[in-house]
């Protein structure tokens, strides 16, 4: 990082506070679960929805968030939403109630929704050298994976030795930190592109992916047959098809459907959703088992995903030199078969079993996801014209975390209230359900994906060819 400019080195960090404190959100509030269980006296289910919400308005807005960051400058949409979700982050630590937690989620996610693809966009145009903008673009993405795989491990320390509340309130400092760099550092972007605003897409998308995410979470407690859950699941294929509608007849879709016309595209998409499923779902239900079955501290707890945390940190700086000699065919499909694999080992899972038997599971499961995720990335925008590098890659992260909010809503229903039969039973169905979409994901990228190495960008302008 020594080699940028001075100006392009802070217009980075900006960027990278922003994507940083985000990413921590999704995955260090799993070990303060039992200590937010005892505080608000809620169920899984209420737990599921503090996960959930913020995940939800995260993968809903993200696609319209790049079309405002078009509209307004993508600096001025990032400042907007790091301090909605600093503020939030204060009203999730204050919070006095279940509800008004789920709300300060939400309101967090839509604030990441707004920052995430926007600190992208800043650090692309801070660096008009295509050799630098790719290095200083793999440090953006490295940080970022860096803080998903430490969340657990940093909660840990910190409900340990300051509280549940801590773990929201630290994002107060980082927040401002990065308001105060974006102003200092980020050159002004002009925005004033007219992209059309699909909103109601926007709408039609966050009614399916609500309902949806509620049918799932509300069939644990109250069971498939209950009227609730056969209405929301109703409302979720009703507006699902509304979406697809309107995105089909839409002359500014948020969601451009022929992109799918591209195999390498569809199938990329489908293992983003596949690995955040495994991932974000288990590590709730992991969070889950080592507090409330296990009676683990919430730093133990934090320790005990370590071997996850190193080899996702480790194995992400080595992916990125592994693409160019292998191509992104064989590494999807090993990261995929490797990850899928050390799952399948975690069946052994046992309340009264010994945690060393969890190691070598974990950091199979772990190794394979590192090796995958900046793939898909690569591959995505490889696979597309260049003037749609932007939302491809926006898909593609709305399409992992639509799958890590499934994963989380469909496991937790799995595993009940906690009685530790009917846990450890969801638990060894949710760890096969994950092996198996790996597997098959894996099978998918081998069959449908070109052998070779990466193919440079497209020049805009130039047709995709459907694969």
């Known amino acids: 990082m020594a080699a940028f400019s001075a100006s392009a080195r802070g217009t980075l960090w900006a960027a990278a506070f922003g994507f940083v404190v985000v990413l921590l959100d999704i995955s260090v509030v799993n070990v303060a679960l039992d200590a937010l269980q005892r505080e608000f006296s809620t169920d899984v289910a209420g737990l599921q929805w503090v996960v959930n919400a913020y995940t939800l308005a995260f993968a809903a807005l ?18 907007s939403g790091l301090a909605v979700f600093t503020l939030a982050s204060a009203a999730c630590g204050l919070a006095g109630s279940l509800p008004v937690m789920v709300g300060a989620r939400l309101i967090q996610g839509m604030g990441a929704a707004l920052l995430v693809p926007n600190s992208l966009v800043m650090v692309q145009r801070a660096f008009p050298d295509s050799q630098a903008r790719s290095r200083a673009v793999g440090w953006w993405g490295a940080l970022g994976g860096a803080a998903l795989a430490a969340g657990p491990v940093l909660g840990g320390v910190l409900v340990a030795h300051a509280g549940w509340r801590s773990v929201f309130l630290i994002n107060l400092p980082v927040g401002l930190i990065g308001i105060c760099l974006t102003l200092r550092h980020a050159a002004p972007s002009g925005g004033g592109h007219r992209r059309g605003l699909d909103w109601s897409g926007q709408v039609a998308a966050m009614v399916a992916l609500a309902a949806t995410t509620m049918t799932l979470i509300e069939a644990g407690q109250l069971g498939w047959a209950h009227g609730v859950v056969r209405g929301g699941a109703l409302l979720a294929l009703v507006s699902l098809t509304a979406f697809l509608w309107i995105e089909a007849h839409s002359t500014s879709p948020m969601l451009p459907l022929n992109l799918f016309r591209n195999h390498t595209f569809s199938i990329v998409s489908l293992a983003g959703v596949a690995v955040n499923f495994a991932y974000y779902g288990l590590i709730f239900v992991f969070s889950l088992f080592f507090q409330m079955q296990q009676h683990l501290s919430p730093q133990q707890t934090g320790l005990a995903f370590l071997p996850m945390t190193l080899a996702l940190v480790a194995l992400n700086v080595v992916a990125g030199r592994l693409i160019t000699r292998l191509g992104p065919r064989l590494l999807m499909f090993m ?133």
């Open 62 to 79: 993200l696609l319209t968030s790049g079309a405002l960051g078009d509209r307004f400058g993508a600096r001025r949409l990032y400042l």
């Open 335 to 467: 990261g995929l078969a490797l990850a899928g694999s050390g799952y399948l080992l975690l069946m052994r899972v046992s309340i009264g079993g010994h945690y060393a038997l969890l190691i070598v599971p974990m950091l199979m499961a772990a190794s394979g996801v590192a090796l995958v995720v900046p793939t898909m990335t690569n591959a995505t925008l490889a696979s597309v014209d260049r003037s749609r590098a932007g939302i491809a890659s926006s898909v593609l992260n709305c399409a992992r975390q639509v799958g890590g909010m499934l994963g989380v809503a469909l496991f937790g229903s799995l595993i009940g209230d906690g009685a530790p039969d009917a846990f450890m039973h969801g638990m060894h169905i949710s760890i096969g359900m994950s092996a198996g979409a790996l597997l098959l994901a894996s099978v998918l990228c081998w069959s449908g994906m070109r052998p070779g190495p990466l193919h440079p960008l497209r020049a805009s302008g130039e047709a995709v060819k459907p694969e």
